[in-house]
């Protein structure tokens, strides 16, 4: 039962911002809104999460929309390093688990 | 920056046989998890656990399946008589606590069954 639907791939050029659409148009007021990556034949690695405000650390910028149905990662200069699948994940407050999806595979071509 | 470690990295047994995949979580860390991932599909939610005790687990985690912290550092998972469909990489985490605590993962143990 898919809580947000992502594309199932995308390329972006090294340098360039890769910005990573996720559509999440059933979420509730108490779920977070989640990133994680898989590089191949590694384990996920967390991104980001947000509720509600725009959110950016070291490795990319979440910017939510205001009725809260959508959102973008933001990996601002994409390097080759950055090829992966990308998980957006909606999670429930107070929830301990995370469900992954299919997630999106972002190719960076050099 | 610490990380869960898991071993083996391979492990190839026989239809029929008992397995047992071991982790260690980041050592402040309250909440355990294992995830698989079968080839080619999506990670899936095994089992968490917390305070010694399952907290939450899917229908996958069945009968043939059981979960330990046997000594405060390890956590392992038990299948305990292999099919061949439970080929695949199992991934440990482990997070700080519950409430929105982010899990950090293990670069998994790709289990083969023969």
């Known amino acids: 039962d898919a809580k947000t639907t992502q594309p199932t791939s995308m390329d972006c050029a090294e340098g360039r911002a890769a910005n990573l659409p996720c559509n999440h148009s059933t979420i509730s007021g108490n779920e977070y809104v989640y990133w994680y990556r898989q590089i191949h034949s590694q384990g996920p690695q967390y991104i980001i999460h947000?509720?509600?405000n725009n959110e950016t650390n070291e490795m990319a910028s979440l910017i939510i929309t205001e009725d809260r149905k959508s959102s973008t990662l933001i990996l601002p200069h994409a390097t080759l390093r950055d090829t992966a699948v990308y998980y957006c994940?909606?999670?429930?407050?107070?929830?301990?688990?995370?469900?992954f999806g299919k997630g999106t595979r972002l190719h960076i071509l050099p | 920056e610490p990380e869960v470690t898991q071993t083996p990295s391979h492990q190839v047994t026989q239809m029929g046989q008992e397995v047992i995949l071991r982790c260690v979580p980041i050592?402040?860390?309250?909440?355990f998890y294992w995830y698989r991932q079968i080839l080619g599909q999506k990670v899936e939610f095994l089992v968490s656990?917390?305070?010694?005790?399952?907290?939450?687990k899917s229908e996958i985690f069945d009968d043939q399946f059981s979960v330990e912290r046997p000594d405060g550092s390890n956590f392992t998972l038990k299948i305990r008589s292999t099919k061949l469909e439970d080929s695949a990489m199992y991934f440990c985490a482990s997070s700080e606590g519950s409430i929105n605590e982010k899990l950090f993962f293990g670069s998994g143990t790709q289990l083969s069954v023969l």
């Open positions: 994940i909606v999670r429930p407050w107070g929830d301990d688990k995370i469900i």
């Open positions: 656990f917390y305070n010694n005790e399952i907290s939450e």
């Open positions: 947000g509720l509600k």
């Open positions: 050592s402040n860390h309250l909440y």
